[in-house]
Nanobody, 126 residues
Framework: QVQLVESGGGSVQAGGSLRLSCAASAYTASRTCMGWFRQAPGKEREAVAIIRTGDGDTYYPSSVKGRFTISQDNAKNTMYLQMNSLKPEDTAMYYC???????????????????WGQGTQVTVSS
């Protein structure tokens, strides 16, 4: 059964840190591209970190670059998102996803991510 399960969300003050985890079934983990996306109320879903699973190449948008780090533990079929220096504008539901989008990781094609977790809430207070 294909499955992605996120954990690690919560509430933190601005400037704090959180680490999200995404446990993947072996089949999902075989997808070429995995990533973290977020969606705030009234806003579109956006990518915050993408990793090409084969060689670990990564992409971050400017809004999180230098603050967020995506990583993977292939032995555990788990992906992580370390979030530092959190800001109130980082508040959103965070989702992990897996798929085979072309030109991973730098070209974001949300429709090409076939598998999604249920999401974990991150709330950053000022």
């Amino acid at each position: 059964q294909v499955q992605l399960v996120e954990s690690g969300g919560g509430s933190v003050q601005a400037g704090g840190s959180l680490r999200l985890s995404c446990a993947a079934s072996a089949y999902t983990a075989s997808r070429t591209c995995m990533g973290w996306f977020r969606q705030a109320p009234g806003k579109e879903r956006e990518a915050v970190a993408i990793i090409r699973t084969g060689d670990g190449d990564t992409y971050y948008p400017s809004s999180v670059k230098g603050r967020f780090t995506i990583s993977q533990d292939n032995a555990k079929n788990t992906m992580y998102l370390q979030m530092n220096s959190l800001k109130p504008e980082d508040t959103a539901m965070y989702y992990c996803a897996a798929g085979t989008p072309p030109f991973c990781p730098r070209v974001i094609t949300i429709k090409a991510y076939n598998y999604w977790g249920q999401g974990t809430q991150v709330t950053v207070s000022s």
